[in-house]
């Protein structure tokens, strides 16, 4: 009888998956070794500690969920609670102890001081008295619990207060307990005036001013023990589409009670006692690895108002000046320059003006007919949305494909889809049970007897903020191909038309998953032929099996692979030798998506607006466009990729257990800095030329 072939062992019993929460926790431990870098100014630092607060908060509003549903129904079967929490109580301990230990010392050498309650003068606590009576007391409406009074609804992330009262209320009752809600509307952090801070630059929190005036809510009656509190929420908004009629104002009602739903975390302060922390984890029905008890501010985040109060530019980053980007020249057309071939941005190093520059030319164009864009994340005030609507006014047809489901962006997304429709322009919210999360601007205009197409791609959002502080890829083009693909795709997602084949772009979740498996496997295949193959992929995340999967077998068939993953990947690095897996965490927030695949002398070259997420690949709308102009595809992979894999000052290599270490020797002199090169190089004193490593 023939012999059997053995049958391969399947690739993740050689090679576990790594916990995503677990990696994401690790992600967050890398953006807080910025607020211990004695390199990094000072305010920078607190920034960066901020930060770290504000994606925990963002961790435990979306991940937290599974876990406490499964305590609250004794199914707790993966054992992951207890080692999350566990990970996240390392995280929030080390954070605190940076802000006491470091920050704060730091700060007094600088004449910056948080003043607390014992350690004001007498002038000062006369000042910080008089701004409770006149702006704080007014706003505080104690509750003291009782069957007629139970226990209020507190926002998720707002501050409040639980007091243990002694003797009786007015009407002879012993009920004990009282909560103080704090209205979000006060400043969680003020700035001393100069008279009483006797050449300092003071500050006192918010929940100090309270604590120190408590007595003056509860008159007659004698304060015990009390503590600030804070409690996060579930806050994934959760809409049955196919159910509703009017999907905006289904997430609009929902966005109110996005504020009250399940509670996931409790921050209490360090001297909280047992009583008062058992009360409010039996009231939230928390277990009592959610009870976070901290030695500072419960809400870290609102130190932002610190940074801003204290007006020391000093102490922060050296502003940067990005160049106008260098493929183009102010004043001259950008649609005339497109006829010459793509042009390029790499953000924030270069401005996002060429992209406002490049649809404010389209809005004032005579010719132009139609503009059509998507709009996942734009902020409260864009300038392109203004552009958009003045398209409108001027008798463009405009239609904007408004994703009303960006997560924490909905409101801004809802009211900017209003202001659009009212102004007259076609508003479409993308596909049922999809997130349209693809980057795309199209242009079309009369030239002659034709119309001509022009477009913008990019890997990042239409947001003029944040393309400021993310690094992305802006893409302009008025090749035909891949307009027209363009063109198609704003058809399909405002009329649900079946696709025509893709001339020059991969779609998600049609074609993206399967061609970006195919890739890897045929750079596997090459290199087990002995012919070469390698993968450098950059992007935010990896945690789509499959592609990792395929990632594991390349590897074993002898691909050389490099990736570069800013956040969570389940991949574990170094457990084979020809997989590596490094993390860059800058000044400016990684966020370009660059996929570089070769198969002996065959190269290809993508950029994306998705990551390596099974969401990214089978539940949302993304794009993926090769770029074959020679120029340009060296010029990215010397930015994106090679610059990045020599970084030896932003960098992180993990190893096979999900460990991270810095490239940088302990006590050693940082390295080459990909982001500190490229700004040299396009800083708005011009570009230079510079070698790249």
């Known amino acids: 009888m023939p012999s059997r072939r053995p049958v391969p062992q399947p690739i993740l019993e050689k090679y576990p998956l790594l916990d995503r929460d677990a990696s994401i926790l690790a992600f967050n431990h890398r953006v807080l070794h910025w607020a211990e870098r004695a390199d990094v100014p000072l305010l920078e630092r607190l920034r960066y500690l901020c930060i770290v607060s504000s994606n925990l908060d963002e961790f435990f509003e979306v991940r937290a969920d599974p876990h406490i549903t499964a305590w609250r129904s004794g199914t707790e079967a993966n054992g992951r609670l207890q080692p999350t929490l566990a990970d996240a109580h390392a995280l929030v301990a080390r954070q605190y102890q940076i ?41 505080l409406v104690p509750v003291a619990l009782d069957p007629a009074h139970p226990f209020p609804q507190v926002a998720n992330k707002s501050l409040n207060f639980i007091v243990q009262l002694k003797g009786k209320d007015a009407f002879g009752r012993t009920n004990d307990i009282a909560i103080v809600k704090v209205p979000r509307v006060l400043p969680r952090v003020l700035r001393m005036p100069d008279r009483v801070a006797g050449g300092e630059t003071l500050f006192v929190m918010l929940s ?8 003056d809510l509860f008159p007659g009656r004698e304060v015990g023990a009390f503590s600030h509190f ?15 009629k009017n999907l905006r104002t289904a ?47 419960v809400n870290l985040v609102r130190l932002q108002q610190l940074i801003q109060l204290a007006d020391r530019q000093d102490l922060q980053f050296k502003p940067y000046v990005a160049s106008y980007p260098v493929q183009l020249r102010r004043g001259q057309s950008v649609m005339e320059r497109l006829k010459q071939g793509d042009v390029l941005s790499h953000l924030p190093f270069e401005s996002f ?125 008025a090749d035909a191909r891949l307009t027209a693909d363009m063109d198609q795709l704003f058809v399909h997602l405002a009329s649900h038309s079946r696709l025509p084949r893709m001339q020059r772009m991969l779609l998600a979740p049609f074609t993206l998953h399967k061609q970006m498996l195919a890739k890897i496997e045929a750079v596997g295949l090459a290199a087990r032929r002995g012919r070469g193959g390698r993968v450098v992929a950059k992007m935010n995340a990896l945690t789509d099996q499959p592609l990792i999967e395929a990632l594991l077998r390349a590897g074993d068939a002898g691909a050389k692979i490099d990736l570069i993953v800013r956040g969570a990947c389940m991949l574990p690095g170094q457990l084979t030798e020809n997989i590596r897996v490094r993390s860059i965490i800058g000044r400016f927030l990684e966020h370009s998506r660059v996929f570089y695949f070769r198969t002996g002398a ?4 993508w950029l994306s607006s998705a990551d390596w997420m099974n969401r990214n690949m089978l539940r ?15 010029r990215i992979v010397d ?45 708005a004193k011009g570009p230079q030329e510079e070698e790249w490593i």
């Not at 804070?230 to 509703?244: A, G, P």
């Not at 949302?620 to 060296?634: F, K, M």
């Open 99 to 139: 802000f006491n230990e470091a920050l704060l010392p730091a700060m007094g050498a600088q004449g910056m001081r948080i003043v607390s309650h014992l350690d004001r003068t007498e002038a000062q606590r006369r000042w910080v008295r008089q701004l409770f009576l006149r702006e704080v007391k007014p706003l």
């Open 208 to 215: 100090s001013v309270i604590r120190g005036n408590l007595a």
């Open 230 to 244: 804070r409690v996060t929420r579930h806050s994934d908004l959760s809409v049955d589409e196919e159910e509703v």
């Open 251 to 297: 997430l609009r009602q929902g966005l109110h009670q996005r504020h009250y739903g399940e509670a996931v975390r409790v921050e209490v302060s360090s001297a909280c006692t047992e009583a008062l922390s058992g009360l409010l984890l039996k009231q939230f029905h928390l277990p009592p690895e959610a009870l976070f008890r901290v030695q500072g501010p």
């Open 353 to 477: 003006d060429g992209v406002i520059d490049f649809l404010r030319e389209a809005v004032h164009d005579p010719k132009v007919l139609a503009i059509k864009q998507t709009i996942y994340r734009t902020g409260n005030d864009s300038r392109m949305m203004d552009l958009l609507i003045e398209a409108q006014r001027r008798g463009k047809e405009v239609t904007a494909v408004v994703e009303l489901k960006a997560r924490f962006d909905e409101e801004a997304n809802i009211n900017w889809a209003e202001r659009l429709e009212q102004a007259g322009a076609q508003v479409v919210y993308g596909v049922v049970g999809l997130k349209t999360h693809a980057k795309m601007l199209l242009i079309t205009r009369r030239e002659g007897r034709q119309l001509r197409r022009y477009g913008h791609l990019s890997t990042g959002n239409y947001n003029p903020r944040t393309a400021a502080l993310y690094t992305d890829i802006s893409y302009l083009t």
């Open 602 to 605: 065959h190269e290809e070259l």
């Open 620 to 634: 949302r709308v993304e794009t993926a466009w090769q770029v074959t102009d020679p120029a340009l595809r060296q």
């Open 639 to 683: 930015e994106c990729l090679v610059a990045y894999l020599h970084d030896a000052c932003d960098a992180w290599i993990q190893g096979p257990g999900g460990e991270y270490r810095s490239v940088v020797p302990p006590g050693g002199e940082p390295g080459h800095s990909a982001q500190q090169a490229l700004m040299a190089r396009y800083g």
